[in-house]
């Protein structure tokens, strides 16, 4: 009965600390940059419906001018092709000059993405970022981000094609298991020194 109830309470903590999650810390409408959160590329090296709509989306801001440089971020993970050449690639294919593109080919987890994102700012002594990524993902992106010494704000890349709700239950319950790993082992032990 005590692991039932253990398990339940921090099932609802990650969830509640999911729909708590602060959304930014800043009202900046102009960045620095745009950090573009990594998704797998497919087994032939082309961008998923998911990471092509992160691009698409990246994209559609820096043509408004939310910034003058996108960071992709996102190494190797789960095939051979590093996620964040892939989005570059993709980028520059939708007209992106590539003198505005960073990439970031290391990261192996959303942690990653925003320490080695922001290790990268501060390199270049830029200090506010809008993440872009999937609405899903975004929750737990801002938990990361708001311990990080950066002006941010989550911005939400709506998904090219209609997700059913299965899809979207399932990345909700997959979020939220990663957000009980996050509070309790990642943000303790892995820490981000950007």
């Not at 590093?82 to 192996?108: C, D, F, K, L």
């Not at 094609?161 to 943000?187: C, M």
């Amino acid at each position: 009965m005590a692991g039932v109830l253990l398990i339940a309470g921090l099932w609802c903590w990650g969830y509640l600390a999911r729909r708590l999650a602060p959304g930014g810390n800043t009202d900046l409408t102009h960045f620095d940059a745009i950090v573009v959160l990594g998704d797998p590329a497919d087994s032939d090296g082309n961008p998923t419906p998911t990471e092509l709509a992160r691009v698409t989306e990246a994209v559609h801001e820096y043509e408004r001018g939310a910034a003058q440089h996108l960071i992709f971020t996102g190494g190797a993970v789960h095939n051979r092709f590093v996620e964040a050449e892939v989005m570059a690639r993709t980028a520059e294919a939708q007209g992106i000059p590539q003198s505005a593109v960073v990439v970031e080919p290391e990261a192996r987890d959303t942690i990653q993405n925003a320490c080695y994102s922001v290790r990268l700012m501060k390199a270049r002594e830029w200090g506010s970022a809008e993440v872009v990524s999937s609405p899903w993902h975004l929750e737990r992106a801002g938990l990361i981000f708001s311990r990080l010494p950066v002006a941010w704000r989550t911005h939400a890349a709506p998904a090219l094609e209609p997700e059913s709700g299965i899809f979207r239950d399932a990345k909700g319950f997959e979020e939220t298991l990663k957000t009980v790993r996050y509070l309790v082992w990642s943000r303790p032990i892995e820490r981000c020194e950007p």
